[in-house]
């Protein structure tokens, strides 16, 4: 390996690292911080992703994949919701393997409520050490990563350099 891909290398894995551990500091932060006792922080995370989606619904196999949590941990999560309204569970129409999960209107009002004082949390949480064209060229950037990551055959084929730089 030459010099210049040795040093590529260990500034992808800095990077790597300074990301992961902004993140777990912030996530740590917001957990504790967590607004509400009706729902907990991983269950208002199912109810965000449903909200997102057509319908306020999706199938099971989708939420998951969502989550950064194994389909087990999902599984319960969408059973505590449901016994407390905030979802229901429906047979999927196309598949009768599938499961539909749809978040109730009950469900949406404990979310819109949380979701107030949660963007509060984060907002002061993220926005602590970053002023606004800061936060803008962060979102940028993770975003950026984000779509290079979900590329095809991306674990095979390196970013160009010049793509890798952030636009002005």
Request: proline share 4%.
């Amino acid at each position: 390996m030459d010099e210049s891909r040795r040093s590529d290398k260990a500034t992808a894995v800095a990077a790597w690292e300074a990301l992961f551990r902004a993140q777990v500091t912030v996530m740590r932060a917001l957990n504790a911080d967590f607004p509400s006792a009706e729902i907990s922080f991983n269950e208002y995370d199912v109810c965000f992703n449903l909200s997102t989606q057509p319908g306020r619904r999706c199938r099971m196999r989708e939420l998951t994949g969502h989550l950064l949590l194994t389909q087990p941990s999902v599984s319960r999560l969408v059973e505590r919701l449901a016994s407390k309204g905030i979802v229901e569970k429906q047979p999927d129409p196309s598949d009768a393997r599938g499961v539909i999960v749809a978040l109730t209107a009950h469900g949406f009002d404990v979310y819109r409520s949380v979701a107030v004082q949660h963007a509060q949390t984060i907002a002061e949480q993220v926005g602590a050490g970053l002023d606004d064209d800061e936060l803008q060229t962060l979102t940028a950037l993770c975003t950026k990563l984000r779509v290079a990551a979900d590329a095809p055959g991306r674990s095979t084929t390196r970013v160009p350099r010049d793509r890798a730089t952030v636009d002005a």
